[in-house]
């Protein structure tokens, strides 16, 4: 019997575990793969095969039962994920319904969840940009949170290998803010896009309207080809899941990648309860897993462990790692893990009609979906009543609408001539929010959920810098809309709850400081040295980039910097 | 019976979607609804006021297109129960008013409707799921208003002939 335990524990015994499959833990599986480690990436959800698993991918619009609406019933069931903008039936089958995974709103706040091999990659929104010193020297200019341990030239190499491998179209713009990277070609602005451009550079030349970063393949290279990937399609239906493989997924990309190194162990219908600690060790040892399948428990070993379950999932992982040593959760000597969660504030948005370039128009589907303004507000020093600022999305469209007045035969013939109408233009803000003490995520005393893992308590709000920020941004698009000529401009500030934007970040934060801090400068927990976190939870603050290309390059710069210090005996 | 033939009595096309038809042959719609309830004869009325609104013309009208089961499938799934109860109070009231043998009268009636009446508001969800149900079927998608799954390259500044 002994015996039978050992081997039993000898074949649960690898040499890292990654705790998830999305964008970052596909990363970290991809690179402790490569590099030889016999890992075990563990997923709560199912698996999703790239190409057999998106059912969708390849159907017709008439052939969804309700022409991609959701029923009312689903609505009314989950009214949290019917929120989420990328809901419908063409995908609905890769998010996490309401019900699935409760969690305590203290204040409102929208948690969408991707529970699949491959997470939320599947359904991200793919845009891709580098953080600047503009970013991470922000904390420490404007005197929030703390200090970024690092700064733009230790994460850069890392940008440029992440890039480089995924893949991600881009211009090259030359904008210190937003630091060029190793780019595929970028998607062009379309005719009224590049006329904005070109009137905002006129008017207010420290504002930059540029093309979109996206990680689509618009011209692959090798490496990409390699993966079994193709040119990106221009379909846009990318929520489904791509057959070409012509965006970024884990699933296309990363899993598939470590798979074929043949040192990846896959183990879906694992959700994580918590990780080992051993005392007399001095560092984590394992993690404990609750099969959804059997409900039975078991722990898995490793030298070391990554954690990318996603910025809250993670958060909840590390706080339910109780132990002697860690009593209020792993690696939480700071008592900061769990607070100091921030997202981005999305808000806002502004629409508007042109009535020039009309003969002209667009043709097929943008992938990169426009233009992107770099954060201009407080960018080299502090200018407004409220701290650092927001970026934007900028977007024109000239599509054809269908009179649809009237029946009988003039409705008929109406509906199949739909002529072009004017351009319709828009944009919606993506604002830095600062992390707060206050921002956090918990553990309820005595709610469980379906596998006795305490529920979360979630209470993250926006604030009057918030505020401030969302009247600055309309203000300065109007402004701009004004003098390229738009008409009919229509602000939007109907409220959305926090969590909505999915960039919830931070919780586990990297600092220099142990006391205020969960994770040093290599994303490694300071009291347990051998775990190590890369996706939102270790963000310090927002900024207004979408944060996925940085977990990725934190990712790979991590695995690489975890195997150096194994190679020179530091584990 | 074999089994081709049975599987065509339980779906039905519409506009180019499937629907579980309805295995009961009790005088009731032909497909399965969870919450409206109409008779053979409604879903009849309702196939002769699609055509009214998409006549068939060299190209098929809506009766052909099945689009009046698409809307009764789209009401049934999709809309809120106030709006089911509008839909069928607004039906009722207004099959009584309508003489679809008399298409001019019929067109005249259907473009008066007071605002903010029952027949007013089953009328515009009528309408609104028909045209959804027209645009997005696999006959105009295929052969009028054409939609590609895969689109070509993106082209953001097509100078327009004429």
Same mark, same amino acid.
């Given at each position: 019997?002994?015996? !039978? ?6 074949? *649960? ?14 990363? /970290? ?10 890992? !075990? ?16 991918? @390849? ?25 989420? $903008? ?16 409760? $969690?305590? =709103? ?14 939320? /990659? ?6 891709? =940009? ?56 970028? +998607? ?6 590049? $006329?904005?451009?070109?009137?905002? &550079? ?24 390699? =993966? ?5 399609? @221009? *379909? ?87 132990? @002697? ?34 003969? +002209? ?15 201009? *507000? ?59 003490? /206050? ?15 305490? !529920? ?16 600055? +941004? ?21 409220? &959305? ?25 290599? @994303? ?36 690489? +910097? ?10 | ?162």
């Amino acid at each position: 019997m002994a015996n !039978l335990n050992i081997d039993s524990e000898k074949n *649960r015994t690898y040499d890292a575990i990654v705790i998830g499959s999305g964008i970052s833990g596909g990363w /970290s599986a991809k690179e402790l793969c490569e590099k030889g480690l016999k890992t !075990l990436v563990l997923e709560r959800g199912r698996d999703v095969q790239h190409i057999k698993d998106y059912p969708t991918t @390849n159907m017709m619009p008439w052939e969804f039962e309700h022409r991609n609406e959701m029923p009312y019933k689903v609505k009314e069931e989950n009214p949290i994920v019917s929120k989420c $903008y990328a809901f419908h039936e063409d995908a609905a089958h890769f998010f996490v319904k309401d019900n699935e995974h409760p $969690y305590i =709103q203290e204040k409102p706040f929208d948690w969408i969840r991707g529970y699949q091999v491959g997470g939320k /990659s599947l359904l991200w929104a793919r845009q891709t =940009q580098r953080w600047s010193d503009f970013d991470f020297e922000g904390p420490a200019r404007d005197g929030f949170a703390v200090d970024w341990p690092i700064r733009y030239a230790d994460l850069a190499p890392w940008y440029a290998y992440a890039e480089k491998f995924a893949g991600i179209a881009g211009d090259h713009d030359g904008l210190p803010e937003l630091p060029d990277g190793e780019f595929l070609p970028g +998607y062009p602005l379309n005719i009224v896009e590049k $006329y904005f451009k070109e009137k905002v &550079q006129k008017k207010f030349p420290e504002r930059k309207v540029i093309s979109a970063r996206c990680a689509h393949l618009s011209k692959p290279n090798q490496i990409h080809i390699d =993966q079994g990937r193709v040119q990106c399609q @221009n *379909r846009v239906l990318c929520q489904r899941g791509c057959p070409f493989g012509g965006y970024f997924s884990s699933n296309a990309t990363t899993i598939p990648w470590a798979a074929k190194t043949g040192n990846m162990t896959l183990r879906p219908h694992s959700v994580v309860h918590s990780i080992l600690y051993d005392e007399k060790k001095g560092k984590a040892v394992g993690v404990r897993v609750i099969d959804t399948d059997t409900k039975e428990e078991i722990d898995f070993y490793a030298k070391l462990i990554f954690v990318n379950a996603a910025a809250i999932n993670t958060n909840l992982i590390l706080l339910n790692s109780k132990s @002697n040593r860690f009593p209020n959760g792993l690696g939480n000597d700071s008592g900061v893990l769990g607070k100091y969660v921030a997202f981005h504030n999305y808000s806002a948005r502004i629409y508007a009609e042109y009535e020039g370039l009309l003969d +002209y128009t667009a043709e097929g589907r943008n992938p990169a979906g426009g233009g992107y303004i770099p954060r201009f *507000r407080n960018l080299h020093k502090q200018e407004t009543d409220f701290l650092r600022g927001y970026a934007a999305g900028f977007g024109a469209s000239r599509s054809k609408e269908s009179d649809r007045s009237g029946l009988g035969l003039g409705l008929k013939e109406n509906l199949l001539n739909p002529k072009l109408g004017i351009w319709q233009v828009g944009s919606h803000m993506m604002g830095e929010t600062i992390p707060k003490e /206050s921002g956090m995520v918990s553990l309820d005393a005595n709610k469980t959920d379906d596998w006795g893992i305490p !529920l979360l308590k979630i209470a993250v709000d926006y604030d009057d810098n918030d505020e401030k920020m969302k009247k600055d +941004y309309i203000a300065v698009m109007t402004e701009m809309f004004t003098d390229a000529g738009f008409t009919n401009i229509r602000p939007d500030t109907h409220w &959305q709850a926090p969590g909505l934007d999915i960039h919830e970040m931070g919780g586990a934060r990297m600092g220099h400081d142990p006391k205020t801090s969960v994770l040093n400068k290599w @994303n490694q927990m300071h009291a347990v040295k051998n775990v190590f976190v890369t996706d939102g939870a270790c963000m310090t603050s927002t900024s207004t980039q979408n944060p996925s290309l940085t977990y990725m390059a934190f990712s790979a710069r991590s695995v690489d +910097y975890a195997i150096s210090e194994m190679k020179k005996g530091n584990r | 019976m074999n089994r081709r033939t049975a599987i065509k009595q339980f779906f039905i096309i519409a506009g180019g979607l499937t629907i579980l038809s309805s295995c009961l042959n009790d005088g009731g719609a032909s497909i399965v609804l969870n919450k409206l309830k109409l008779s053979a004869e409604d879903e009849q009325f309702l196939a002769d006021l699609v055509d009214v609104l998409i006549p068939k013309t060299d190209t098929p009208g809506g009766k052909d297109l099945n689009l009046h089961l698409f809307v009764i499938k789209m009401v049934d799934d999709c809309e809120s129960p106030e709006n089911q109860e509008k839909f069928v109070s607004g039906f009722n009231k207004l099959r009584k008013q309508l003489n679809l043998a008399n298409g001019k009268e019929t067109e005249n009636k259907l473009a008066n409707l007071t605002d903010k009446t029952d027949e007013k508001i089953f009328f515009e969800i009528f309408k609104s799921h028909a045209i959804q149900g027209y645009m997005n079927s696999e006959y105009v998608m295929k052969n009028k208003v054409i939609y590609k799954l895969i689109p070509g390259p993106y082209n953001g500044a097509v100078k327009i002939n004429g």
